[in-house]
T-cell receptor
């Protein structure tokens, strides 16, 4: 299964940018990087995904290094409601994986006042 | 509907009984996934549907578990002769395609007593 490495926990002050790193050194050329988060007692929530280029949406920005071996999820102005477990996942959307996502342990982000 | 709907939200059942969990995906989403999450654990893939067929059933833990999908829409996960280790939150997700982000439901919390 595709594996990513994330720090187990991070803290961030409310209103500041939260930068969550992820290493995916075994990623191959046609595999996408996805980020999800899970707030306590809820189902995971899709945040953003990308292949090569940096991506931005209303929730976050995704920065992928040129060699694609790592990425950073940026929450530009973290709020208390952003406290959650953040999962970085990569997978091959074609072939036999059929888009199956393999979730690791993620990073517990705690936003404090 | 606006999101993925799962029912029931909570289910308590006696050991040895059969249970059915239902998932209503977002209209038009052809891909549907079942995951489960035990207390304090990560997400465990169970099965994937593309339309009504299930190309990947590799995550079903035993032959007591089965799932079907009809009309390319509603899916039912059935657990026969439930055991205490089946207690978990069962999550359903749907997606327009394998490369798009997945939308998860709020899950069914199953407790086997």
């Amino acid at each position: 299964d595709a594996k990513t490495t994330q720090p187990p926990s991070m803290d961030c002050a409310e209103g500041r940018a939260a930068n969550l790193p992820c290493n995916h050194s075994t990623i191959s050329g046609n595999e996408y990087v996805y980020w999800y988060r899970q707030i306590h007692s809820q189902g995971p929530q899709y945040i953003i995904h990308g292949l090569k280029n940096n991506e931005t949406n209303e929730m976050a920005s995704l920065i992928i290094t040129e060699d694609r071996k790592s990425s950073t999820l940026i929450l530009p102005h973290a709020t208390l409601r952003d406290t959650a477990v953040y999962y970085c996942i990569f997978h091959n959307a074609g072939g036999t994986s059929y888009g199956k996502l393999t979730f690791g342990q993620g990073t517990i982000l705690t936003v404090h006042p | 509907g606006a999101g993925v709907s799962q029912s029931p939200s909570n289910k308590v059942t006696e050991k040895g009984k059969d249970v059915e969990l239902r998932c209503d995906p977002i209209s038009g989403h052809t891909a549907l996934y079942w995951y489960r999450q035990s207390l304090g654990q990560g997400l465990e893939f169970l099965i994937y549907f593309q339309g009504n067929s299930a190309p990947d059933k590799s995550g079903l833990p035993s032959d007591r578990f089965s799932a079907e999908r009809t009309g390319g829409s509603v899916s039912t996960l059935t657990i026969q002769r439930t055991q205490q280790e089946d207690s978990a939150v069962y999550l359903c997700a749907s997606s327009f395609s394998a490369t798009n982000g997945y939308t998860f439901g709020s899950g069914t919390r199953l407790t086997v007593v």
